[in-house]
């Protein structure tokens, strides 16, 4: 019997691993150290860029995701370095036009990717394509991933087509991706090894360790002629991760698939990795890194609920997670089993906790599901449920097209507004950047961003010591009297803040206290009453848009308000028809829930 090649090993510790389980939170100065060491170990491709890590370095790093690219590329020379995008959607949470997407690959391809290993969440290879073009422009790897999921039913069949369907499009590798670790053994080393006689290309698996069984079905893929596995280095690995780079070298050592690494330069990057991890305590995400077994029994584990979970908690409705889990695999099958995999997650998982609070079904839905029932994100791999639509959508009718076909081109648009905003000759990176995530790289350009405080960071002359007041005024010299250095009481309001599915108590000193003019509902001390006619708030959330003003005739089901909570979009709308009365809130601020928002009359 002829040797198997030698398996090939992709670690992913700084992008996937820091992703799962420190809500992509690692800092430049921590990942550089470990790229160096990573280089040095025989890996076949280091995965650093993509996923939500890149609008986190953005918004919670103040660290520009391009330049970090660089960086990484630098510290790490030898080894290809690959990147995880969403397709159509790249890194972001909807779809882009198509000349967003050739220069994002790009620029990507110009900072140091060699790898580019692209999903669509439905599976939807329309989505997928012109990645695939803009990748071979690039002259670069396209690996073309399909997401794996076993609802309703275990289909190597849908799969083998899936993955003949990206071969056609472009795609010379494949990549089998478990986002939730229910591929148990026999079913990777069955689908391997159909996807391999389907399309003859060569097959990766990427699978995760929640369960506990993704190092056996790892290997059972290995055995079945899968030519690589993903692994995190053991400080960030298991859980929502991947498995550890050290157990799967050891643990296939002597084996048919023996990757032939030295665990010793493995070993030293992972020290490297867990000596900084102490800084991250406060974000790294307990639920994540534990064993969960909900998915092998067609549930969302807790940890893949994110900001559904932190809704749960803000409303101190915990006891119904056991309702939500069932209510999420309801709503999966409404809309027609779609692979559990990022955006769709939060959506579904979204959808549910909606359902399940408010004790009546779709009564609040999101613009995502609207969107999704009218094919904006592509074709569900089987039929919805026609009733939920109609519910949902009225008689709007789905598109039956790509939906990048209906975007107009933005990269001219984008340019032009990055000038308008003062960035003078924008270059293809600011433009996608901005394309993507407008407010965040303004934000950022503007130095307005400040990143968490780690207690490793140099001193800076923000870091000297605040001057008591009292004492100010004596060293200053004054004959202030108590009356003149007395502060009038400042205003405190306690909020919670939730952060990619952490939940954070903030006190707002100072701010506009609720019922005052220019804060919260209510132009006086007391709030509004809430009566009969009085829509209210169904959640915490930002307020992104009043379309209605005193005065205004309105509708039954017309809407009064969009609501953002939990990364999502909320219409909110009139309980009855008649005249707009007040409005006691203006676009901009927060809001809890059954907070007034109008009232009809």
């Excluded at 794996?148 to 289909?155: E, F, G, I, K, Q």
């Excluded at 003949?164 to 026999?186: E, I, K, M, T």
């Excluded at 780690?454 to 008591?468: I, S």
Aim: aromatic share 4%.
């Amino acid at each position: 019997m002829p040797r198997m090649p030698r398996l090939e090993v992709v670690e992913t510790s700084l992008r996937h691993g820091q992703q799962s389980l420190l809500v992509s939170r690692l800092r430049l100065r921590h990942a550089l150290p470990v790229a160096e060491r990573l280089d040095a170990c025989g890996f076949a491709a280091l995965d650093v860029f993509g996923g939500s890590t890149f609008e986190a370095s953005l918004r919670f790093l103040a660290e520009d995701p391009f330049e970090r690219l660089r960086a990484v590329r630098a510290a790490a020379p030898i080894t290809p370095l690959l990147a995880v995008i969403g397709g159509q959607a790249l890194v972001g949470h909807r779809h882009v036009p198509d000349d967003v997407v050739d220069a994002f690959i790009a620029v990507a391809a110009g900072a140091g990717i060699d790898i580019f290993r692209c999903y669509d969440p439905l599976n939807d290879v329309r989505n997928l394509t012109r990645c695939a073009t803009a990748i071979a422009s690039a002259g670069k790897q396209a690996e073309g991933v399909i997401v794996y999921s076993d609802a309703p039913t275990h289909d190597v069949e849908r799969l083998t087509a899936f993955g003949r369907a990206l071969v056609d499009a472009g795609y010379p590798s494949l990549c089998l991706h478990d986002p939730l670790g229910v591929l148990v053994a026999s079913r990777a080393g069955e689908t391997v090894a159909a996807l391999r006689a389907a399309t003859g290309v060569p097959v990766s698996v990427s699978i995760a360790a929640q369960t506990g069984q993704a190092t056996l079905a790892s290997f059972m893929a290995a055995t079945a002629g899968a030519v690589s596995v993903d692994v995190a280095l053991s400080p960030l690995a298991g859980g929502a991760s991947m498995p550890a780079a050290e157990a799967v070298i050891a643990g296939f050592a002597g084996t048919e698939v023996d990757p032939g690494l030295n665990l010793d330069p493995v070993a030293d990057a992972a020290l490297v990795l867990e000596q900084v991890l102490t800084l991250y305590a406060d974000v790294a995400d307990p639920l994540a890194m534990r064993l969960d077994t909900s998915a092998l029994r067609g549930l969302l584990p807790p940890s893949a609920m994110g900001h559904a979970l932190a809704e749960l908690r803000d409303r101190d409705e915990l006891a119904k997670l056991g309702e939500v889990e069932q209510e999420v695999v309801r709503v999966r099958r409404e809309l027609g089993w779609p692979p559990l995999v990022t955006p769709l997650t939060e959506i579904i998982a979204t959808q549910a906790v909606y359902n399940v609070i408010e004790g009546d079904r779709y009564a609040t839905i999101s613009q995502e599901v609207k969107d999704y029932f009218l094919g904006l994100y592509g074709e569900p791999p089987y039929p919805v449920d026609a009733d939920i639509r109609r519910l949902v959508n009225g008689r709007e009718e789905p598109i039956t097209c790509r939906p990048a076909d209906l975007l107009e081109p933005g990269l001219a648009a984008a340019r032009r507004e990055l000038r308008r905003e003062g960035v003078s000759n924008p270059d293809d990176a600011a433009a996608v950047t901005y394309a993507l995530f407008p407010a965040e790289y303004l934000a950022l350009r503007r130095g307005e961003l400040v990143p968490e405080h780690l207690g490793d960071e140099p001193p800076t002359q923000a870091d000297a010591p605040v001057v008591p007041e009292d004492d100010a005024a004596s060293s200053a010299g004054t004959d202030a009297t108590d009356d003149e250095v007395e502060t009038a009481p400042l205003s405190v309001r306690e909020l919670t803040v939730e952060v990619d599915g952490q939940s954070y108590a903030v006190r707002v000193i100072g701010a506009a206290e609720a019922g005052s003019a220019g804060g919260q509902p209510g132009a006086s001390g007391a709030p509004p009453p809430v009566r009969e006619g009085t829509v209210v708030a169904p959640m915490q959330g930002l307020l992104l848009k009043i379309p209605v003003k005193k005065g205004d005739a309105v509708h039954l089901g017309d809407v009064i308000a969009v609501l953002e909570a939990m990364k999502m979009q909320n219409d909110i709308t009139a309980t009855r028809s008649g005249t707009v009365s007040h409005v006691y809130v203006k676009e901009g601020d927060v809001v809890s829930p059954r907070d007034p928002l109008v009232h009809i009359d």
